[in-house]
């Protein structure tokens, strides 16, 4: 079973920034990990993505702004996000796929709130 415990959300002005944390119960050498975000009303939407070669994706709306990386050693995947907007507000999860596995898990979410 993996366990993924998500932290770093919270409440900052426009334009600041957050760090978001994702910590793994297990080795994610071979995981293709990535950060999703639901806003109220609105449906689950990928921000980033970081496959297990390093390669990353993000959706358009956070290209230039946010910066999703890992580190395997610490089992542990990041979000940096800068020049954060009040339309960035959204519970922020984690999600792992195995490579090959066809399984997908996620972690509970964090709060990440934009004020104007």
């Known amino acids: 079973q993996v366990q993924l415990v998500e932290s770093g959300g919270g409440l900052v002005q426009a334009g600041g920034s957050l760090r978001l944390s994702c910590a793994a119960s297990?080795?994610?050498?071979?995981?293709?990990m990535g950060w999703y975000r639901q806003a109220p009303g609105k449906q689950r939407e990928l921000v980033a993505t970081?496959?297990?070669?390093?390669?990353?994706n993000y959706v358009d709306s956070v290209k230039g702004r946010f910066t999703i990386s890992r580190d395997n050693a610490k089992n542990t995947v990041y979000l940096q996000m800068n020049t954060l907007k009040p339309e960035d507000t959204a519970v922020y999860y984690c999600n792992a796929s195995p490579m090959g596995s066809g399984m997908s898990h996620w972690g509970k979410g964090t709060l990440v709130t934009v004020s104007s």
């Open positions: 297990v080795s994610i050498f071979s995981m293709h």
């Open positions: 970081i496959f297990n070669s390093g390669i990353t």
